[in-house]
C-alpha cells in the first residue's frame, strides 16, 4: 500500500477537526471554483479519486450522477463515508490511487480533491485516467498549488513580531519528493512545476480546459479572517480537462 497516515489514529482524529472535515465542501476555501468547473452530472457515472469523507460522491449523486465510486486508501476514512451515505448507487473501494483497475470507458468524470500532490507517478496515473473515462470525458482536480509545496516547510516568512511578512518560494524547479509537516505529522508529498503537470496532463492525452487558482470568497475570509492570508499566495491548483 502506499503512504497512508489516515488510518493512524492520532492523524485522523486531528483531521477530522478541521473544517473542511466536519462541515463538508462549504467548508472548504476552494469549493467555489472546484464546483463551477464541474461539468453536468446529471445522468454521468462519476469516479472520485481520494474521496475522504465521500463529499463530493454524496454532491455527485444530489446532482442527478447515475452511479458513483469512491476510491481511497484509508480505511478509516471509507468507514466515515460509509456512516455518511445512505445510497446503493455510491460505492467505495479501498486502494491507492495508483492501483485503480477499471474497465475502459468504465466512467464519464472523475473527479478528486488535494490528493494527486501525493502521488509518486503522476504520468502513469493520467494515462490511467484518460483510459478508464468515456469519450468526451472529464477530468476536474485540484491539488496542492507547486508554489505551495515548493518548499518542505511550507510556511510563512515571519517578523520578529511573529508577524506575516512574506510566503517564501524556493527550489522551484527541483521536482520531486517533499519530507512536510501536515497535522504535526511527517507527510510525504510529491512536488511539481505548473508546467510539468500541464505537460504532463497532455501527453497523456487529455485536451485541458481550464484552470485557476482561488482564493475563499468574501464571505468565508470575513467569517474566518485567518483565510484573508490565502489572497496573498495562491495555495490550491485546479485543473479541468476532456478525453
Known amino acids: 500500500m502506499k503512504q497512508n497516515k489516515y488510518d493512524q489514529p492520532d492523524f485522523f482524529s486531528a483531521y477530522s477537526q478541521m473544517p473542511r472535515s466536519a462541515k463538508g465542501l462549504e467548508a472548504a476555501g476552494e469549493w ?21 469523507f465521500g463529499w463530493h460522491c454524496r454532491y455527485a449523486r444530489e446532482q442527478g450522477a447515475s452511479h458513483v465510486v469512491g ?5 478509516k476514512m471509507l468507514e466515515r463515508a460509509k456512516e455518511m451515505t445512505n445510497d446503493d448507487k ?4 479501498r486502494s ?19 490528493a494527486f500532490h501525493y502521488v509518486q507517478d503522476i504520468a502513469t496515473l493520467f494515462e490511467e485516467i484518460h483510459r478508464v473515462l ?15 509545496t515548493s518548499r518542505a516547510d511550507q510556511d510563512w516568512t515571519y517578523n520578529e513580531a511573529g508577524e506575516i511578512r512574506h510566503w517564501p518560494v524556493d527550489h522551484y524547479q527541483e521536482e520531486g519528493i517533499r519530507h512536510t509537516s501536515f497535522l ?9 512545476t505548473s508546467a510539468t ?31 484573508k492570508e490565502e489572497s496573498r499566495r495562491p495555495m490550491f491548483l485546479l485543473l479541468s480537462a476532456l478525453k
Request: proline content about 6%; some cysteine.
Open 32 to 52: 467555489h471554483a472546484f464546483q463551477s468547473m464541474l461539468p453536468e452530472l446529471h445522468g454521468k457515472r462519476v469516479l472520485d479519486l481520494g474521496c475522504g
Open 71 to 75: 476510491v481511497d486508501i484509508s480505511e
Open 90 to 93: 455510491i460505492q467505495y473501494h
Open 96 to 114: 491507492s490511487m495508483e492501483s485503480i483497475k477499471f474497465k475502459e470507458g468504465s466512467f464519464d468524470v472523475v473527479i478528486s480533491s488535494l
Open 134 to 148: 468515456s469519450p468526451d470525458g472529464a477530468l476536474v482536480f485540484s491539488m496542492e498549488h507547486p508554489i505551495f
Open 184 to 192: 504535526t505529522n511527517d507527510v510525504i508529498k510529491y512536488h511539481r
Open 197 to 227: 503537470l500541464i505537460n504532463t496532463l497532455l501527453s497523456a492525452g487529455f485536451q485541458l480546459k481550464e484552470i485557476q487558482e482561488p482564493q475563499p470568497t468574501k464571505e468565508m475570509m470575513a467569517a474566518q479572517p485567518t483565510m
